[in-house]
């Protein structure tokens, strides 16, 4: 089946800190990869996504490269503020003909920063 | 433009009670996908609809049950409430659902459900 592993929490980090959250994957077909984003009290939102290997999927300063080899999509910001602070999640969705095209999360990872 | 609606935003159950869960997708969408989140864990998928009929279904009892309406709005149910029901859920509409291109689902606020 597929599944998401995310790096556990909390992560709490100082403004301007540099920013990893680890992800890995696997599935049953050739997955597209996403981080979501969700602040207190909120849904989700998209923060960035890579449908193909080696693709980087980019916003607002964070980062994620698709890692086939290494079934990875770690997520990267050099600098971060306090308006970072929210739960991360990664997750896949794959396609396959007639198949549902849900997203499987992973169990998310809380971040803090402080100023 | 409006994002994806939900109501209501939250609601307390007591066991062995029923509750439904509306979702108004995103104008233009045709497919809406419900989650449960569990605190402290990731959205566990439980439908996705398209063009009025379920296209997918989670690992979820038959106690959960949805429709698609023809203006693509959703109702979620859930009958005999267990504590374990307890939980946000999240709708998530798309603009399509066939082809090999990964569609992006935007998510609304969510239904905090809270059995008693």
């Known amino acids: 089946g597929n599944s998401v592993t995310q790096m556990e929490g909390p992560v709490t980090l100082s403004e301007e800190a540099f920013l990893t959250i680890n992800c890995t994957y696997t599935?049953?077909?050739?997955?597209?990869l996403f981080w979501y984003v969700q602040y207190p009290g909120e849904g989700l939102q998209l923060l960035l996504k890579a449908t193909k290997a080696d693709d980087k999927g980019s916003n607002k300063g964070f980062e994620a490269t698709y890692r086939k080899e290494t079934t990875s999509f770690h997520l990267e910001k050099g600098s971060v503020q306090v308006s970072d602070s929210a739960v991360y999640f990664c997750?896949?969705?794959?396609?396959?003909?007639?198949?549902?095209?849900?997203?499987?999360f992973g169990s998310g990872t809380q971040l803090t920063v402080l100023p | 433009d409006a994002g994806v609606t939900q109501s209501p935003t939250h609601l307390i159950k007591t066991r062995g009670q029923q509750v439904t869960l509306r979702c108004s997708p995103i104008s233009g969408h045709k497919s809406v996908s419900w989650y449960q989140q569990v605190l402290g864990q990731g959205p566990q998928f439980i439908f996705q609809?398209?063009?009025?009929?379920?296209?997918g279904r989670g690992n979820f009892p038959d106690r959960f049950s949805a429709r698609q309406f023809p203006n693509y709005s959703s109702e979620l149910n859930v009958n005999a409430l267990l504590l374990g029901d307890s939980a946000l859920y999240l709708c998530?509409?798309?603009?399509?659902?066939?082809?090999?291109?990964?569609?992006?689902?935007?998510f609304g606020p969510g239904t905090r459900l809270t059995v008693l």
């Open positions: 599935a049953t077909g050739y997955p597209s």
């Open positions: 997750a896949l969705q794959v396609i396959s003909s007639g198949s549902a095209r849900q997203l499987t």
């Open positions: 609809y398209y063009e009025k009929e379920e296209r």
């Open positions: 998530a509409s798309s603009l399509v659902w066939r082809g090999r291109t990964p569609h992006e689902q935007f």
